[in-house]
């Protein structure tokens, strides 16, 4: 059979396998064993895997990588999606800003209002941080330490027994000593209660903050979760800080209280050091969760090589006017992964410019494929040969008519010409590069 034959060439010629139910389910499985090794929640890892391997059926592999490799590729990339994408930075607004520090006792709120402070003085912001921890005399002088070692003032009224009224009184006192942003450290108990909810929620009421924190210790796993979920339903807070990521912790808390609180994680800490603290990174934090860092570095390596070598590949038979059917079978094929035409168009050397006015728009994707597939490889790499009774052979191989086969032909021998034209014009590379 011939169209099998032609297709087996096809497929040797680009080197390709595809992901299958089959070629990646022992992936699937050590994924979700991953994901739940890092603590993300049972049913947020199924959930999660299960999409991500319905979204890579049938994807292209390259050679160099096996599809279970470009799955734990695809899956970190997902991750990264689901944990935000891109890094958030706090909301600072208001004269002065106002930043509440909610959470559980323990969980690290007073060490990361230092480091918060810290951090905001280094980018040259005036800081005043304020003790309402009322409870513990000790968690005043906690904060007290810690303002000293990185140099910002501790407002405190130990006498006080009243969180709200030492909020206020901080707010007038920042106002005096012409303070930018006041840090508000609270109190937290060890697990969520009437009190302290009440407590949290009318301080926010009062201070009306710009940005409310959600302090959480990574390393309580699945607590974390209802945790964080207690304190969003009552405070409606603005981001997470997730905290003692130096410990064995892997993370996993990050993907579940996304997932379940749709809030964006802001900082992380990493010691008890005040240095240690980070913005959030969702592309390292996917990583990390994953915990398969070199496979998905050598997928990116294998990608990025296999695209330049394309890229040289292709701007070379433009050159040599060698450009052919089986080039643009290739680049269809790269469109599609993408599903953006004009995507495309930008990434082949000189093409950009050669195509416009070409009218192809994705739905044409499948005619032009069935048409080219239907070729000879001798007709691909040569169609000047096509002649009527070629045509009429592809017509009918293809499903599709004459009339659209010559316009394929037709437009494959504009862009030919045009490519010509370009090279003739600039002596070639120069021309090309200048067009892209
Ligand atoms: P709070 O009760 O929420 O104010 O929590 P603290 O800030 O007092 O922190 C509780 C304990 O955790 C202290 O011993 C801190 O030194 C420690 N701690 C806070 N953040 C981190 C961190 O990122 N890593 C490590 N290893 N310890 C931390
Ligand atoms: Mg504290």
């Given at each position: 059979?011939?169209?099998?034959?032609?297709?087996?060439?096809?497929?040797?010629?680009?080197?390709?396998?595809?992901?299958?139910?089959?070629?990646?389910?022992?992936?699937?499985?050590?994924?979700?064993?991953?994901?739940?090794?890092a603590?993300?929640?049972?049913?947020?890892?199924?959930?999660?895997?299960?999409?991500?391997?319905?979204?890579?059926?049938?994807?292209?592999?390259?050679?160099?990588?096996?599809?279970?490799?470009?799955?734990?590729?695809?899956?970190?990339?997902?991750?990264?999606?689901?944990?935000?994408?891109?890094?958030?930075?706090?909301?600072?607004?208001?004269?002065?800003?106002?930043?509440?520090?909610?959470?559980?006792?323990?969980?690290?709120?007073?060490?990361?209002?230092?480091?918060?402070?810290?951090?905001?003085?280094?980018?040259?912001?005036?800081?005043?941080?304020?003790?309402?921890?009322?409870?513990?005399?000790?968690?005043?002088?906690?904060?007290?330490?810690?303002?000293?070692?990185?140099?910002?003032?501790?407002?405190?009224?130990?006498?006080?027994?009243?969180?709200?009224?030492?909020?206020?009184?901080?707010?007038?006192?920042?106002?005096?000593?012409?303070?930018?942003?006041?840090?508000?450290?609270?109190?937290?108990?060890?697990?969520?209660?009437?009190?302290?909810?009440?407590?949290?929620?009318?301080?926010?009421?009062?201070?009306?903050?710009?940005?409310?924190?959600?302090?959480?210790?990574?390393?309580?796993?699945?607590?974390?979760?209802?945790?964080?979920?207690?304190?969003?339903?009552?405070?409606?807070?603005?981001?997470?800080?997730?905290?003692?990521?130096?410990?064995?912790?892997r993370g996993g808390?990050?993907l579940?209280?996304?997932?379940?609180?749709?809030?964006?994680?802001?900082?992380?800490?990493?010691?008890?050091?005040?240095?240690?603290?980070?913005?959030?990174?969702?592309?390292?934090?996917a990583?990390r969760i994953l915990?398969?860092?070199?496979?998905?570095?050598?997928?990116?390596?294998?990608?990025?090589?296999?695209?330049?070598?394309?890229?040289?590949?292709?701007?070379?038979?433009?050159?040599?006017?060698?450009?052919?059917?089986?080039?643009?079978?290739?680049?269809?094929?790269?469109?599609?992964?993408?599903?953006?035409?004009?995507?495309?168009?930008?990434?082949?050397?000189?093409?950009?410019?050669?195509?416009?006015?070409?009218?192809?728009?994705?739905?044409?994707?499948?005619?032009?494929?069935?048409?080219?597939?239907?070729?000879?490889?001798?007709?691909?790499?040569?169609?000047?040969?096509?002649?009527?009774?070629?045509?009429?052979?592809?017509?009918?191989?293809?499903?599709?008519?004459?009339?659209?086969?010559?316009?394929?032909?037709?437009?494959?021998?504009?862009?030919?010409?045009?490519?010509?034209?370009?090279?003739?014009?600039?002596?070639?590379?120069?021309?090309?590069?200048?067009?892209?």
């Amino acid at each position: 059979n011939l169209s099998l034959k032609l297709e087996k060439a096809f497929q040797t010629l680009k080197g390709q396998g595809q992901i299958t139910e089959i070629n990646v389910a022992s992936t699937v499985k050590e994924i979700r064993k991953a994901l739940i090794d890092a603590d993300v929640n049972f049913k947020v890892a199924k959930e999660v895997t299960d999409d991500i391997k319905e979204k890579a059926l049938g994807q292209n592999v390259l050679t160099s990588i096996s599809p279970g490799q470009l799955l734990i590729k695809i899956t970190n990339d997902e991750l990264t999606d689901l944990m935000g994408g891109v890094s958030e930075d706090i909301n600072i607004q208001g004269n002065p800003a106002i930043i509440l520090i909610a959470g559980l006792q323990g969980s690290g709120k007073t060490t990361f209002s230092g480091k918060l402070a810290s951090y905001l003085k280094r980018q040259g912001r005036s800081v005043l941080l304020v003790a309402c921890d009322i409870y513990r005399p000790a968690a005043i002088d906690q904060l007290k330490v810690l303002g000293q070692q990185v140099g910002v003032e501790v407002f405190a009224q130990p006498e006080n027994k009243d969180a709200v009224k030492i909020a206020k009184a901080a707010l007038e006192h920042a106002k005096t000593i012409n303070s930018k942003i006041i840090i508000v450290d609270t109190a937290g108990r060890l697990a969520v209660d009437e009190e302290m909810m009440d407590e949290i929620a009318r301080l926010k009421e009062a201070l009306n903050p710009s940005e409310t924190l959600f302090v959480v210790d990574s390393m309580t796993g699945q607590d974390a979760v209802n945790t964080a979920k207690a304190f969003n339903d009552r405070l409606n807070f603005n981001g997470v800080v997730l905290t003692k990521l130096d410990g064995d912790s892997r993370g996993g808390a990050a993907l579940s209280i996304r997932r379940v609180v749709e809030k964006p994680i802001k900082f992380i800490s990493t010691g008890e050091k005040m240095e240690a603290l980070d913005r959030f990174y969702p592309d390292r934090m996917a990583s990390r969760i994953l915990g398969m860092g070199d496979v998905v570095s050598l997928v990116e390596r294998a990608q990025q090589a296999y695209d330049e070598d394309e890229a040289k590949r292709l701007s070379k038979k433009i050159r040599k006017n060698q450009f052919d059917f089986n080039d643009f079978l290739q680049q269809l094929e790269q469109i599609k992964k993408m599903g953006n035409m004009k995507d495309l168009l930008g990434m082949i050397p000189g093409m950009g410019k050669a195509m416009k006015g070409i009218d192809i728009d994705d739905n044409s994707f499948k005619p032009i494929e069935a048409i080219i597939r239907s070729m000879t490889m001798e007709e691909r790499q040569n169609p000047d040969i096509i002649n009527g009774g070629r045509k009429n052979r592809i017509a009918k191989g293809s499903g599709r008519t004459i009339q659209e086969v010559n316009n394929l032909l037709k437009q494959f021998a504009d862009m030919r010409k045009l490519m010509k034209t370009m090279n003739k014009m600039g002596g070639g590379k120069r021309a090309l590069s200048a067009l892209n």
